[in-house]
Each structure stands twice: as C-alpha cells, then as structure tokens.
C-alpha cells in the first residue's frame, strides 16, 4: 500500500496548485490526479451535485490504487468533504482542504481574516464556521469572488484588468482591518503576489499549499505510508480532454505533465 499513488481531485485542474506543493513536500511520492473538467465550474454547482461527482471520483481514484485522497477544490471540501469522510471511513483517508487551513489559522491568534472563494463555498459557510468553532473570538469576513478563476485562467496578471477586478473586490471597507486573507480557491495562490499587494504586503495572505501538505505527511509518516521503493510514476486524469485544459494545467504545475482522458461519467 505504501507505494501506491495519493489521490487528488479537483473539478478541473486548478487543484494542480495543491498537486505541486505536495510534489515540493513529498518529492518521493507518485500523484494520481483527476480533474472534473466536464463538470467545472464546481463553485456555481448545488452541494448535492458536487457529493455526487465527488463520490464517483473517489471511486475512481481509489479503483487506480489511490492510498489516500485529497480534496483539492474548496467548493468540494465545504460540500462533499463530510459526506466522503463518513461513506469511506472503512476504506481510506480523506483530507480536504479547508481543515488544515483552518487549524492553521486558529494557531495565528487574529482578530479579523477575510476570505475569499467561489460562491459555493462562501455560501457554504464552512471556512466561517469553522473558525468560529475553534476561535469564537476571530471575526470573519467572507466575499465570492467568482471573476477571478476565468480572469487567472485566462492569464490576465498584473494588468489593468486583474488589477481592476482584484481591487474592486478586496477594497470593500469590510476587508480594511484584516490581518490575513484565506485564499480559499485552487486558482488563487498563483495570484498571491498581486492579491497580496493590495494590501501594500501588510497581511498574511494564507493558501491550502503547505498546511494541507503538511497534514498529508504526518499522516502518511505516522500510518508508516511514505513511498520507499525509490520509484514514482505520476498520472494526470481529466473527464473531458481539450488542448486549453492542457495549457491552464501547465500554468499550475512546473513539472511534466500529460493529461489523459478518463471518461467516467458514460
Ligand atoms: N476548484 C474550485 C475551488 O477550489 C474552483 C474552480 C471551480 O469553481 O470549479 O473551489
């Protein structure tokens, strides 16, 4: 078991932001990745239809040897998250992602963070409940921010149009006395320079990279779980295959990389 594949999953391939950290953490370990690129965008989608998508995922990356699963995509984290955990408890660990950024945060003693995602899981509610229940004392305020996935897909950087877009959202008064700004969306960490200038770089700005990639290795020291064979074969999946798909990947993730389709929804 301890040389198969960790499993991630994402509604499409944004979560190769989270497949990177864990490759920078964990370089001895092989990734197997599945990125719903049929279904995308999951942050307009119900919470039923993402447990639904979520559950067929998992069984597909588990039916590829997957030793553990990661929830890469905060809309699937803050809608699918509890109900995986409790469906698979006999068969595998699952780690979402909002969690160890949460436990993360707690550990910061801020008066005030802002957060930022998609619609689905701002209107969730997770991240804010979350730290409420183990930092009553923290106040939160949390924006959807939706524009920002296609703006970062589309490549639009340090221009005027991010910049315009970026400001609009995280100038409102409400976001003024943060001291730090949970970015709660697989797309936004490569943008976490520009965000992070909007506060004239006065904030922590947090993403799901390193704490969740952290928590993955504890786990996978304390369960004796760590690839020792020396060998690593990585495989990319997504549920509907265009060259875009292709040319966004390559923007999250630095090393090589090949997606192949893997049609599981017929
Ligand atoms: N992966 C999604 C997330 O982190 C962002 C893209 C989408 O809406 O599907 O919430």
């Known amino acids: ?106 550990t910061r003693d801020y008066a005030k963070v802002g957060v930022i995602g998609t619609k689905r899981t701002i209107e969730s509610g997770s991240y804010e409940s979350r730290i409420k229940a183990k930092s009553p004392g923290t106040d939160v305020f949390s924006l959807a921010t939706p524009l920002l996935v296609p703006m970062i897909e589309e490549g639009f950087v340090f221009d005027d149009i991010s910049n315009a877009i970026i400001r609009t959202y995280l100038s409102r008064g409400s976001f003024a006395d943060i001291q730090a700004l949970v970015l709660a969306c697989t797309h936004y960490p490569i943008r976490k320079n520009q965000i992070s200038k909007i506060f004239d770089f006065g904030i922590e700005i947090i993403d799901s990279g390193k704490p969740v990639s952290a928590i993955l290795k504890e786990y996978l020291e304390t369960n004796i779980l760590l690839n020792d064979s020396g060998k690593k074969d990585d495989r990319f999946f997504v549920s509907d295959y265009t060259p875009y798909f292709e040319k966004v990947a390559r923007m999250f993730f630095d090393g090589e990389i090949n997606l192949k389709k893997a049609d599981i929804w017929k």
């Open 1 to 106: 078991m301890k040389n198969q594949p960790i499993g991630i999953f994402d509604s499409g391939v944004g979560g190769l932001t989270l497949a990177q950290s864990v490759r920078q953490i964990l370089p001895g370990e092989s990734i197997i990745y599945f990125g719903d690129t049929a279904h995308l965008p999951y942050g307009d989608k119900s919470a039923g239809a993402i447990q639904y998508y979520s559950r067929k995922i998992t069984e597909f990356l588990l039916g590829h040897g997957a030793k553990v699963i990661l929830v890469a995509c905060n809309s699937a984290s803050a809608s699918a998250f509890d109900v995986l955990k409790e469906e698979y408890r006999d068969r595998t660990e699952i780690i979402d992602v909002i969690g160890p950024v949460v436990d993360y945060l707690c």
